[in-house]
Each structure stands twice: as structure tokens, then as C-alpha cells.
């Protein structure tokens, strides 16, 4: 498209795409969807302890301010009126959790983010007050087993460990939220007038909220010792929270004004960018972790096999609430840039697939990456990374390999999951995320699902899905979510290229190496020793 037409384009929607490790600001064509133009930011973890991991949320805000900068310049380069920028959708990385104080406006603690496995000594403890010790006591209120992995034990924690938030509760200064929260109240003022809220995304994975009364609970709050009053006021996922206010970082004063209108976790915006708005719909998201979401429809589904209930989406204040059931695993891109950076076996992350290329097996060797304990459907704390088979042979390139069969062959236990649960099998895989770029996972995964898996020309799902929510919302009403206008996507196919037995063989033997993998930490987990891998767990794309 030519640079004098691009001043025609009609309408435009920004999206904060704020992830595990980057934050990224993305400008969509609300007619078209076509991505136009954006920048990102890396984000640092921090690793204080074995096994913490910690966000400064004030790098968050500012990696925020400049992607806008930098985006709403470039547009200017390519001759696009960033006044046509009528919408602001925010997606987040879920569950990381962070508490402020609301009359200076500063954190009062770095983000504890959600593979932080520092918690494990407070699920221990709050076991001992449900009977029999159920971890999936509040399952069919909240769709969570109680796990490290949600915000209402990471603030519980910043509740009993951190003086400057418990003196702020006391005195009424503090506020709580994940990410989208801690944005949108920074974004609409902040210490000046911020609207503090979330969405019911968002909330569904604190374990402070009932999925069904869409409302936070008292009685979960009152297990947890939560003050109800530091929560964030629950929202849909589409409608227009405040308008976008001047800060100093954003040198053009860009979007002053322009309404924030769509927030979705990273997941369910993946899984609406994905237009998987239909009842057994799916799509796999391959980042620091990868999620495997599929739409139950308007009914909320409880696995029998180790998977969650969450809310996909509620596009609108008086559109109906859509549940999803989920597969959640810790470690998938974050292997890759663990044999990067702890074991130096690659000099970039895209090397992975190069090296894997070059064999082409794992010559019997598999690797467990359970960097953070097993989440679905084992939910095993005690879990630890493990490579096996090993024998003289094996050289870097199988490790690789394996690293990469790691992550398909933990896709492969989620999508076993939820086809048990939904009585119906996926028929297909549509996949989106960093990873998908590597063709050589993106084949091993077909392989190994014995079906084709089919990935999007565009990858920014994530972003888009939040532009979506933010477009459609009432008032704002440039984006239309009708199924007869949504813009066709085309896509790259991957069919299985082994027989099924081959698949099968391949699959029983990493469940074998799973089994060893348990049971590893015996130790007194109060004492923090809980992880015997140090996690350098970032990826090129979350």
C-alpha cells in the first residue's frame, strides 16, 4: 500500500501486548485487522532467590510508554494519522501480581510473576485448612485446583512478608492487581483519578473469584485473609474503562484521550484473536509456557483430567460470559533459553532449530523441563527437570531435539486432556506464539498429534484479540465481531509425516521419563530449596 494512501485508512486500534518477557504496542487496521506498525520492549526478571521471580512493575509501565512512543512515531514515518488510533486494547501476562500504594502511585513490591514458586509453603499451609487436604476444594467455584501458580497466594504472601504492604493496608493506601490492572490504573491517571479495575479474565485466575456469580467472593477472600477492599472493580472484557491521560514518557502527548476499551489475559486474547468464538474451538499458544485453550461455549466444563476451568471472554457488559477449558504448562519456549543461557549450548534461540534439523531425533534421549514443578494435568510441585536416555552418543543436537520434543509431547497430554473432557476430538491443532516460527517444532508437534496443525500468517494473535475486544466495545463500535465480517485468515498447514505407532512409541517413553521426575523435592519446602535448576526463564515471544 502506497505512504500517500495510508492516510485513508479509516479507523485504527492500538493493543499493549504485555508479556512474561517483552512488552510490545501493536497498531491493527480495525477494517482489515492488518498489523501497521509497532514496537517492543524486552523486560528483565529478576531471580533474588532460588526459584523467585520478580518484575519490577514501574520497568512494566515505562517499557509500556515507550512502545507507544515508538510505535506512534513510526506510523508518523509511514504518513499515518496516529489521530485515527480510536481504541486501546490491553492484553496481560495472567496471575502476576503486584500491590501499590494508591496515593503516591509507587509499587510497593517488585511483581511477583506467576511461575514465582516461592508460594509453596503458603499452598501447604492453607491445605491444612481444607478437609482431607483437597487441593481441588474450591474447583467448582473458582475452576482452580489451589496451586503457587494464582494471585490469591501470591499476595497472601506479600500479606505476611512484607511490612510496607501490610502498614498499607492498615492505613487504606493499598491497592491490588495483576497486570491489566496495575496499567490501567497507571494509564488513566494513576494517583490522579486511575480507574482501578480488571476484567473477568483476569480475575478468574486470582482464586478470589466465583466463575459462575462472576463476582469476587467473600468467602474465598475470608479462607485467603484477603481485604476485599484492596480488589479491583470486575469488568467484561470490551467497554470503555477511562481515557488513555497525558504522562510525561509520551513526549507527542500520542493517544491522550483515546479510550481504553478491551483487557483480556494473554490467553483468552490469544484465543479470540484465534476467532475461535465456537463451542469446541481451539487454539495452542506456544510462549514462556504454552496454553492450550478450548471454548466450552456459554457452559463452564470441569475436567477429570487434571485441566482448568477459566473464563475465555465476555465481550461486552451485557454479552453473555464464554468459559474455556485449559492446559497449562510452565516451561515451553523458556527451554529453548535455558540451553542458551545456562547450558551455552546455542548462541541465539532460532539456533535450536538448526541443531535439531541436523539430526532429526533425539536418538532415545527425552527431557522433562519441570524448571517449576509439573502444572496440567499432573499439578506436581515436587516435580524437577530431568534428562534421561542419555547414552556416549548423545551430542547437543539431540538434547536440542529433545528440548523441542519436550514441548510437543507436553502439548500432546493437554490436547489428550481436553478430548477426554469434551468427549469430541480435536480434529486439528490452530497454534500461535513465538515458537511457531520454528518449522521444525511446528512439524514434530503434527507428528506427535497425529494431526495437522495450522498456523496463522499473522502471529500477533495476542495483540489482535485485544483489539478486537477493544474496537467492538460499546461506544467505540469501529470493529465488528459478526462472524460474516470477520476477515478471512490465511494459514500454513503441517500434516503428520510418521505413522501413528512410531508417535505412539515415542509418547510412552516420555511418559516414563515424567514418572522419574516426581517426587524429587523431599526436603522442607519452607526453607525455599525448592528448586534444583536455576530458572533463566525468558522466551523470544510469550
Known sequence: MAASNRMMLGPLVGSIDQGTSSTRFLVFNAKTSELLSHHQVEIVQKFPKEGWVEQDPKEILSSVHECVEKTCEKLQQLNIDITNIKAIGVSNQRETTVVWDKTTGEPLYNAIVWL????QATVDRLLKKIPGKNKSFFKFRTG???STYFSAVKLRWLLDNVEEIKQAVGDGRAMFGTIDSWLIWSLTGGKNGGVHCTDVTNASRTMLFNIHSLEWDPELCQFFDIPMEILPKVRSSSEIYGLMK???????????????SGCLGDQSAALVGQMCFQDGQAKNTY?????LLCNTGQK???????????????LGRDKPVCYALEGSVAIAGAVVRWLRDNLGIL?????VEKLAAEVGTSYGCYFVPAFSGLYAPYWEPS??????????????NHIAFAALEAVCFQTRELLDAINKDCGVPLNQLQVDGGMTNNKVLMQLQSDILCIPVVKPSMPETTALGAAM?????????????????LTAVTCERFEPQINPEESEFRFARWKKAVMKSMDWVTSDISSNVISLVSLRIESTED
Do not use: M
Open 287 to 291: 510462549g514462556t509456557g504454552c496454553f
Open 347 to 351: 548462541k541465539t534461540s532460532q539456533e
Open 144 to 146: 482452580l485446583p489451589l
Open 469 to 485: 475486544a477493544a474496537g467492538a466495545a460499546e461506544g467505540v463500535g469501529i470493529w465488528s465481531l459478526n462472524p460474516g465480517d
Open 246 to 260: 497525558i504522562c510525561p514518557s509520551l513526549k507527542s502527548g500520542a493517544l491522550t484521550g483515546v479510550p481504553i
Open 383 to 396: 516435580a524437577r527437570g530431568i534428562i534421561c536416555g542419555l547414552t556416549q552418543f548423545t551430542n547437543k
Open 116 to 119: 514465582d514458586l516461592r508460594t
Open 300 to 314: 463452564s466444563v470441569f475436567s477429570e483430567h487434571g485441566l482448568l476451568t477459566t473464563i475465555a471472554y465476555k
